[in-house]
């Protein structure tokens, strides 16, 4: 089977590209820093956020964190140790699956996920603009 041909990019569509790339760096480097003001790593705060990720409930598996963090479930296992040494989270057997584990937010991990979900609500604005201006483009 031959390789499908691709059409290059136009310049505007480089530049919409890269603009996109440098935001969402930007974003990602102001989400460290507001983590680590908070005493937590990005990866803990991702872990916060995502165990809130989920309609109906208020808690996440570890495999669905693994889901979220693009990360392998043994190395979850570990972040949501560390989370829990932190006070952040807390883990609960499941009452229908006793397999299933579930993490659940502490008192401290959700006043901690409050304050950082509202300083990067904030950015996501800006990221949302150039997410809409690359695909304007790209019409």
């Not at 990360?71 to 979850?76: K, L, M, N, R, S």
Request: glycine share 6%; aromatic share 6%.
């Amino acid at each position: 089977m031959e390789p499908k041909k691709t059409t290059p990019l136009d310049k505007a569509a480089l530049e919409r590209i890269s603009t996109f790339r440098y935001q969402l760096r930007r974003f990602l480097r102001f989400s460290e820093d507001a983590s680590r003001s908070a005493g937590i790593t990005m990866l803990q705060y991702q872990v916060l956020l995502h165990t809130q990720g989920f309609a109906g409930r208020e808690w996440a598996s570890i495999g669905e964190l693994a889901d979220r963090l693009q990360a392998q479930p043994h190395g979850v296992v570990a972040l949501v140790t560390r989370c829990e040494q932190a006070g952040l989270v807390r883990r609960l057997e499941n009452k229908e699956d006793r397999r299933l584990v579930e993490v659940h937010l502490t008192a401290k991990g959700r006043r901690c996920l409050d304050r950082l979900a509202v300083q990067h609500q904030a950015q996501l604005g800006a990221l949302a603009a150039v997410i809409e201006a690359a695909r304007a483009g790209a019409k």
